[in-house]
């Protein structure tokens, strides 16, 4: 076109603006699984399962235990911003859930078909509903359920062609789905998960409440790395400089892998910090001569008002007030740790 009035501004059909965020929060089959996880969690359940077919792009289905979704709310259980966990801006500062923007259900219904079964605790049965585009298709029907909820998202980006194509032609979202319950799964250690193929006999990812952290990684991880960690701790209580608490599991000199497992909860979200995993790195390499690359499981606790948690949906990557100061304190106690424990087995080796 060689005119030059400038091409006119016209807003946006609000279909097009949903289906567009919707691509944004909902990325790929395993952010999907992320937040429907993250809903069974904040709903207080004891046992989560997954069950996934091709990769997540056909199905999707999150079943729990926890406190159901009455029948009064399923009207706008999937529309934009509606959400039993945030009132007031304020109250983010506080916040406990993992969820809070009310938009990870309301963004499948925009590129998916989702389905929700759902009861409530001292109802006779529970309900089926559909959803398309925020909107509930039909009536909630009457349907036997036991206790809690379960999602199922099927066809995920059936209505976004290049997207489909391109997750179609790579490799499939599966191992990265059982990483991340694999993660879940050592952290809330008092909540069964389980993930399996859709079909297959066997769960993939299959954790029963455990009593004991490492229990915890054992059964998901194997022997392999619950037989080399130890265990850390640190905390800080200065607040001129920083506050925070730390705990976890490193693995120890025997220990040997060509990647590092970094699986780190901040404020009980499952995020990450590539400073931190690099600081970790550093120490490994300097202080272990056959540098084997880390397994490490770290909670950290921080006062909210350090963690911004009001990021994009889908960005996991944090950085924190007193960053410095905290990643300082995190190396010297591994080194000291894996100091201490290399000079224990000489020890043990000379007499
Ligand atoms: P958010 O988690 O940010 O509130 P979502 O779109 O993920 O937004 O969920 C909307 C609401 O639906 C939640 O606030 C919660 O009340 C309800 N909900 C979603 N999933 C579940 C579930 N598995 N069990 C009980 N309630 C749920
Ligand atoms: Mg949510």
Redesign the pocket.
């Known amino acids: 076109l060689a005119s030059r009035d400038p091409p006119r501004i016209h807003r946006l059909d609000e279909s097009v603006v949903n289906r567009i965020a919707a691509g944004e929060v909902i990325q790929r089959p395993v952010s999907a699984v992320k937040?429907?996880v993250?809903?069974?969690l904040?709903?207080g359940?004891t046992s989560i399962n997954v069950v996934v077919k091709d990769g997540g792009l056909k199905l999707i289905q999150?079943s729990?235990n926890?406190?159901?979704?009455r029948r009064e709310?399923l009207p706008i259980?999937?529309e934009r911003h509606?959400?039993?966990?945030?009132s007031a801006f304020e109250d983010l500062q506080s916040i406990k859930?993992?969820?809070?923007?009310?938009?990870?259900?309301?963004s499948m219904t925009y590129v998916a078909h989702v389905t929700v079964i759902?009861i409530t605790s001292g109802q006779l049965h529970g309900y089926k509903v559909s959803y398309r585009d925020g909107v509930m298709g039909h009536e909630p029907q009457a349907i036997a359920a036991v206790k809690?909820?379960r999602?199922a998202i099927e066809n995920l980006f059936y209505n976004m062609i290049a997207r489909r194509k391109t997750l179609q032609n790579s490799a499939d979202d599966y191992p990265k789905i059982v990483d991340l319950l694999s993660r879940f799964a050592i952290h809330h250690k008092n909540v069964s998960f389980s993930c399996r193929k859709h079909g297959a006999a066997g769960a993939d990812v299959h954790s029963v409440a455990m009593s004991s952290r490492l229990d915890a990684i054992r059964s998901v991880y194997g022997a392999s790395v619950a037989n080399n960690l130890i265990k850390i701790e640190a905390s800080d209580a200065n607040p001129s400089s920083s506050v925070f608490e730390m705990d976890g599991h490193i693995s120890d000199p025997n220990y040997s892998s060509k990647k590092t497992t970094m699986v780190l909860f901040i404020n009980e979200r499952l995020v990450e910090c590539t400073a931190l995993k690099r600081a970790i790195e550093i120490i490994y390499a300097a202080t272990l001569p056959k540098a084997s690359k880390p397994f490490i499981y770290m909670s950290v606790i921080l006062p909210p008002e350090h963690v911004d948690v009001n990021v994009h949906p889908t960005k996991r990557e944090v950085s924190l007030l007193n960053q410095e100061v905290i990643i300082e304190r995190i190396q010297s106690t591994i080194e000291l740790k894996l100091r201490n424990f290399s000079e224990a087995s000489t020890y043990q080796e000379q007499e």
């Open positions: 937040e429907l993250e809903n069974s904040d709903a359940s999150v729990d926890g406190h159901g979704i709310d259980l999937c509606t959400t039993s966990k945030l859930s993992m969820g809070f923007r009310g938009e990870a259900l309301a759902t809690g909820t999602v």
